[in-house]
């Protein structure tokens, strides 16, 4: 074990837990952001697009 293994050890599983957050919140605005975006521009686009 190195003089730095704990600290790396910490900082790389914050990075993890950091990087799923991350990547749940990104996938659950893709699920539903998406959709209601789209049901939002969608009525827009059929406005200006006539």
Do not use: R
Request: hydrophobic residues 60%.
């Amino acid at each position: 074990m190195s003089m730095y293994g704990s600290g790396l050890d910490g900082a790389f599983t914050a990075l993890m837990i950091a990087c799923g957050i991350a990547g749940a919140a990104i996938m659950a605005l893709l699920f539903w952001g998406v959709p209601w975006l789209w049901g939002v521009v969608k009525p827009w686009l059929h406005a200006v697009t006539g």
